[in-house]
């Protein structure tokens, strides 16, 4: 098993620019879900999915999209690049390991740079 | 609502000596909760959960976490700092507030082990 992927490892946009971050897992897991990492800040969730078809917002979702069309695959769109959305991002699956408990699996992470 | 505290932010150890890092949380219902560590530019990996069963939990690399209710506590510890235990790593809360189990990250405690 490859787990979770991302690409690109490393991303400079322009201010405007758009762009799509990829996330796939082939665990078959039904929870997928996008953080932003910042200095000091921890992991901040952006966006969530509890299924194909099904996503929610978290934390701090504005500037960015997303959809799940299959259970293996979950992108991030970032619809209008801003410098405050440098950050690293880092998708994550999980599945409910009892009891509620949702254990997450962590892609090795997209640093993106806004100039 | 749940929330998660990491007292310290910065904890430094001689290597040979004992590991504390200290979490708290507040959580409306049974939480689950666990420790991740995250070596430098790597993603997040699962050291421990602790899900309502023995509230002594023991994770991987020699690390252990006991949930303490009255306390509102799930300190993770280590009897003996080895240099590869240099990394960040975070407490995360999750229960059923809200009707799904998203989890809130800790801000972060970075570990330094000194020769």
Redesign the interface.
Known sequence: NAGVTQTPKFQVLKTGQSMTLQCAQDMNHEYMSWYRQDPGMGLRLIHYSVGAGITDQGEVPNGYNVSRSTTEDFPLRLLSAAPSQTSVYFCASSYSSGQGAYEQYFGPGTRLTVT | AQSVTQLD?HVSVSEGTPVLLRCNYSSSY?P?L?W?VQHP??????LL?Y???ATLVKGINGFEAEFKKSETSFHLTKPSAHMSDAAEY?CVV???SGG????T????TSLIVHP
């Open positions: 932010s049974s689950s666990f991740y530019n790597k993603g997040l990996q699962l959960k899900t309502s069963a975070f999750s229960d059923a799904s189990y998203i989890p990250f800790g801000r972060g």
